[in-house]
């Protein structure tokens, strides 16, 4: 079974469709990126998993539940966003604290919970800074530790590394690979750069204009591109 299952899912902005019945089906452990031009229906997409937007149409299913009328606090989901949004009078550790202790978590499992991503992400020395004291790698991995923390069925990602100079995206992509390849935690991840959806995805899914173009390994969208969109953006310089 599909650990997140799209299924003829439409969405309208008033009369306006942007997305046009889209069917993914993501296994358990993948970790699928969806990549197109912008405006093409990505976030839409991410944020009707998510819970952030209305399904107009279809069906959203996360395991074994379909979750359209499901509140984003009860779907078993944790999102990272391009703009980390930190709260800037809290240190790192409570930043990463704060949705834990807001759903009650024990004080210990949190302190583990806290002290476990910071391992993982290399937060240790900057547990006791505030926001405005670090760089901006340093922050987006706080906004992923506020992910890591709530160890969800699924992550979605919404191109977490645009705000990044080119060195560090590089890393960054590393990083997060490096994360999955321990966790296998189920992700979704979206990116405009066909170059990340390349080196970074199990699948990808090319998105154009409200549709899915194609699914595929790299390799399969490389070698045997669908049609000439996928063909023109997979091979286009980033
Ligand atoms: P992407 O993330 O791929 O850049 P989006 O999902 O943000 O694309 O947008 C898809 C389409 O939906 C675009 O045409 C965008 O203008 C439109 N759209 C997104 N959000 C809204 C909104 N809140 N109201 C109206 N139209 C929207
Ligand atoms: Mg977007």
């Known amino acids: 079974m599909a650990e997140v299952a799209i299924n003829g899912v439409r969405k ?8 046009h019945g889209i069917d993914v089906s993501i296994e358990d452990g993948e970790f699928v990126v969806l990549v197109g031009p912008s405006g093409c229906g990505k976030s839409t997409l991410l944020r009707m998993i998510a819970g952030l937007e209305a399904i107009t149409g279809g069906t959203i299913a996360i395991g074994d539940r379909v979750v359209n009328s499901v509140p984003p ?13 930190l709260y800037p009078h809290m240190t ?18 949190v302190a583990e919970r806290v002290g ?4 993982i992400l290399g937060l240790q020395p900057y547990l006791k800074r505030y926001p405005r004291q670090l760089s901006g790698g340093q922050r987006q991995r706080v906004a992923m530790g506020r992910a890591l ?3 969800p069925q699924v992550f979605l990602f919404d191109e977490p590394l645009s705000n990044l100079d080119a060195k ?19 992700t979704v991840f979206v990116t405009h750069d066909q170059v990340e959806a390349m080196t970074m995805a199990d699948r990808i899914v090319v998105m154009n204009d409200g549709n899915v173009e ?12 669908q049609n000439t969109f996928v063909a023109t953006f997979i091979g286009s310089p980033s």
């Open 12 to 19: 309208n902005y008033g009369d306006l469709e942007v997305i």
């Open 116 to 119: 476990t991503a910071s391992e």
């Open 168 to 186: 560090l995206r590089v890393q960054m992509r590393t990083e997060i690979k490096e994360l999955h390849q321990r966790l296998k935690t189920t």
């Open 73 to 85: 606090k009860d779907r078993d989901i944790a999102m990272v966003f391009q703009s980390y949004a």
């Open 92 to 109: 790192v550790e409570k930043n990463m604290a704060f949705s834990l202790r807001l759903k009650g978590v024990d004080p210990s499992v």
């Open 214 to 225: 194609q699914i595929g390994s790299p390799l399969e969208l490389y070698d045997a591109p």
């Open 149 to 151: 923390v709530r160890d």
